[in-house]
């Protein structure tokens, strides 16, 4: 039933809360009779436009006169169209209120015959000025988040991701007789300086052979750093190859000279292999294999020189094939190991979980790191292959650690796309898994997941749907993205080392990772942030919203037994 106003009173006590809703909602509501041209403005409406001398009537013209002069024909042409079709008036504009001041106005109005037959417009503004602001607020910092993501933060170049836009753009502008050029530069002895100096000398060389790279340049080609301490240079119009050979004497005469390092001088090398393209390519990578060819012949040559790509040097490209039959060999020995790096609870530094990283322990050379072999298992196809013997490896692992009472934590393995490409990863990873057994997947290669194929769709549906625990690797680092986290849906994220290192001279870089951690849970994932290895880090990240830490300031990575008997150490110190 509709209840029935009986009296004066109850008309007084609606318009009452009428009036109350109005101002609570912050709308400026006003009247135009269209016969007598009379205009009446609520008080709300003159406090939005700054009228300060309490007259709610208006002239008939008032409006029009406030408008801004750049949105006044458009506001204008609008209204008439309205009156024209009838239809109800509804645009944002921005008004010059009485102080000057600028402000943006969203209004809603329609016309209303009355019983009399007379015309009205009735109508409500609202200043959505801050919700301007805001929204250019956002804008600004989904701008920062993708030049962020597509860029270097150390260098200020353009990362891979970026490179692979770049070039995909050009090699579509191209005509079939147009030539480009793409050149690979690789540091020598750059990891001495790490080594022996720290990873700040390190970044000031990275620093300095940028800007060597800028100024040779100019607007003759495009740097990127694709690497730690590798560069690439992109001239999608190609030079002629006389003038690439002197621009690459100067580059390596220019990064060979000693730089000066807080008064230290800092010596380095640079290797560098070019190769050139006609018309639009059937497969883009080609240029880059051809480039790398002849940045390898470069590095057997002696370093500090450069090789222009020509056919023989593709050949040298079977030293794949020897990768990829040692590598298959040290799978089949056995020489493959797994050593386990701790992450550490963010407030309490209790150990919440690891990460298996592999290791071949060859006969001959020693103890490798994985950048001393993965690029080759890449090149070779090899990936899925480690990652499916380093699954095994894990949950051997942890098969003794609980039957030995060992009280490990939960165990991030990384996994390449390739291995996600695999139709049977699922199952062959459910077959395995006992329940003692505590495993996430790490995503690499998350550059292959900002558009996600189908087959890689499936299998991370499947993973969630049978409970297997993702995690979205190098987030923030250009390799993966916005569009990643969401099409992942990760459990966690780990923010990439990169962004990670610019703390020891940048402790603002903290907002930064702030930002991306806020981000990580606005899509619900957990946040880890790698790569910590100075106490300065350790500090400046005190207040980011994250869950777990990892980096050499905390632990380094220990073999599997030397791990297991840290946990057993550490579980009787909190006993």
């Known amino acids: 039933m509709t209840p029935v106003i009986k009296d004066g009173v109850d008309l007084a006590r609606l318009a009452e809360k009428l009036q109350l809703a109005f101002k609570a909602s912050r709308m400026g509501v006003w009247e135009y009779d269209a016969q007598r041209k009379a205009v009446h403005w609520d008080d709300r409406m003159l406090e939005i436009y700054g009228i300060t001398d309490g007259c709610n009537h208006r002239p008939d013209d008032f409006w029009e006169t406030h408008i801004h002069p750049d949105d006044l024909e458009g506001t204008l042409a609008y209204a008439e169209e309205c009156k024209r079709t009838q239809s109800d008036f509804i645009r944002d504009y921005r008004i010059i209120r009485a102080d000057g001041a600028v402000r943006h106005i969203r209004s809603l109005a329609r016309s209303v015959v009355e019983p009399d037959g007379g015309e009205k417009l009735i109508g409500v503004n609202i200043d959505v000025t801050e919700d301007y602001r805001r929204a250019e607020e956002l804008c600004a910092a989904q701008q920062k988040l993708k030049h962020e993501a597509l860029h270097d933060a150390l260098t200020g170049l353009g990362n891979r991701r970026r490179l692979d836009e770049v070039t995909q753009a050009a090699f579509e502008r191209l005509g079939k007789t147009d030539r480009y050029c793409v050149m690979h530069l690789d540091l020598d002895h750059f990891k001495a300086v790490n080594d022996t100096m720290g990873h700040l000398a390190g970044d000031f060389v990275l620093s300095t052979v940028s800007g060597i790279l800028r100024d040779a340049l100019g607007d003759l080609g495009t740097a990127f750093r694709v690497g730690g301490d590798e560069f690439a240079v992109f001239f999608e119009v190609a030079p002629p190859e006389a003038r690439v050979a002197t621009l690459a004497d100067r580059l390596i005469a220019d990064i060979c000279q000693p730089m000066d390092y807080g008064g230290t001088p800092i010596s380095v090398g640079v290797s560098i292999g070019f190769a050139f393209g006609v018309g639009p390519p059937d497969n883009p990578s080609d240029v880059f294999i051809d480039a790398d060819a002849a940045l390898y012949a470069a590095k057997r040559r ?75 298992a890449a090149a070779a196809g090899l990936l899925h292959r480690i990652d499916r013997h380093v699954l095994t490896l894990v949950l051997e692992q942890q098969t003794r650690w609980h039957a030995e009472g060992v009280p490990y934590p939960p165990v991030a393995i990384n996994t390449s796309a390739a291995r996600l490409r695999d139709r049977d990863f699922v199952d062959s990873v459910l077959i395995q898994l006992e329940p003692h057994h505590d495993i996430s997947f790490e995503l690499l290669e998350t550059a292959f997941l900002d558009k996600l194929e189908p087959c890689l769709a499936e299998t991370l549906d499947r993973m969630r749907a049978a409970g297997l625990r993702v995690e979205l690797d190098d987030f923030g680092s250009g390799h993966s993205s916005v569009a990643a986290l969401q099409a992942v849906r990760p459990d966690r994220v780990k923010i990439d080392r990169s962004l990670v290192a610019p703390l020891r001279t940048r402790p603002e870089q903290a907002l930064t990772l702030d930002a991306l951690s806020r981000l990580a849970r606005l899509e619900g994932a957990g946040v880890v942030v790698e790569g910590l290895e100075s106490g300065m880090q350790l500090a400046a990240i005190r207040d980011i919203d994250c869950d777990a830490l990892q980096g050499y300031i905390l632990q380094r990575p220990l073999a599997a037994d030397d791990f297991a008997a840290m946990l057993c150490q550490a579980r009787r110190g909190v006993a």
């Open 302 to 376: 002696g370093r500090s020189c450069h090789v222009v790509y020509s056919a023989g040097l593709r050949a040298a490209v079977t030293d794949i094939s020897t990768a990829r039959h040692d590598i298959l060999g040290a799978i089949a020995r056995d020489e493959l190991i797994c050593h386990y790096q701790a992450q550490f609870d963010a407030r309490s530094l209790q150990i919440v979980g690891a990460e298996a990283l592999v290791r071949w322990s060859c006969p001959d050379r020693g103890l490798l790191g994985p950048d001393k072999f993965l690029p080759q």
